[in-house]
Antibody
Framework: QVQLQESGPGLVKPSETLSLTCSIS????????WSWLRQAPGVGLEWIGY???????NYNPSLKSRVTISVDTSKNQFSLMLSSVTAADTAVYFC??????????????WGQGTLVIVSS | AIQMTQSPSSLSASVGDRVTITCRAS??????LGWYQQKPGKAPKLLIY???NLQSGVPSRFSGSGSGTDFTLTISSLQPEDFATYYC?????????FGQGTQLEIK
């Protein structure tokens, strides 16, 4: 079955750019939408944005000015870049596949998540 | 963005209890709602999509209902492995938004 795995630095300095990659195994990145989500410590879940395998994207307006999500179909991967990070961006970052049936969408499967701490 | 409000925020219950968690949307979202279970240190797991459709492999003691603005997740007979945090998610319109979570604890 499809499995997702996040990778990237666990520590990022304030004002720098957070970069993460999600590697997909057991299936192709073609078709489906692929999302990034995050969960700050003790806080709920937040959808960051998605990329379609064609490269089209959609971002959460709360982060839109700082987010770039891209896809590399040759590597079966997609990536997140979040610029000008602050301590408020410290969170566990998840990648997930957005599946759908009719009008219903859902996130499944998810990666295991990776903790990114913003600190000098 | 659509606001999703869950209640209660925490709940203590015993094995075998019937439990209901509610989720209210700030505007109508048809039946575009999912429920997720999250255990500590793990990613959320999809339980229900389309308000009432059980994801494959999820035990039948889980059920969902509702439409418009008010939704419920019911666990008919709590099992030890069900103690976790539960989140609703509206997929009616972007940005998709989650409820704040309901932490289900052992009494």
């Amino acid at each position: 079955q499809v499995q997702l795995q996040e990778s990237g630095p666990g520590l990022v300095k304030p004002s720098e750019t957070l970069s993460l990659t999600c590697s997909i195994s057991g299936g192709s990145i073609s078709t489906y939408y692929w999302s990034w989500l995050r969960q700050a410590p003790g806080v709920g879940l937040e959808w960051i944005g998605y990329v379609y395998y064609t490269g089209s994207t959609n971002y959460n307006p709360s982060l839109k000015s700082r987010v770039t999500i891209s896809v590399d179909t040759s590597k079966n991967q997609f990536s997140l870049m979040l610029s000008s990070v602050t301590a408020a961006d410290t969170a566990v970052y998840f990648c997930a596949r957005e599946a759908n049936m009719g009008d219903s969408d859902w996130f499944d499967p998810w990666g295991q998540g990776t903790l990114v701490i913003v600190s000098s | 963005a659509i606001q999703m409000t869950q209640s209660p925020s925490s709940l203590s219950a015993s094995v075998g209890d019937r439990v209901t968690i509610t989720c209210r949307a700030s505007q109508g979202i048809r039946n575009d709602l999912g429920w997720y279970q999250q255990k500590p240190g793990k990613a959320p797991k999809l339980l229900i999509y389309g308000a009432s459709n059980l994801q494959s492999g999820v035990p039948s003691r889980f059920s969902g209902s509702g439409s418009g603005t008010d939704f419920t997740l019911t666990i008919s007979s709590l099992q030890p492995e069900d103690f976790a945090t539960y989140y609703c998610l509206q997929d009616y319109t972007y940005p998709y938004t989650f409820g704040q979570g309901t932490q289900l604890e052992i009494k």
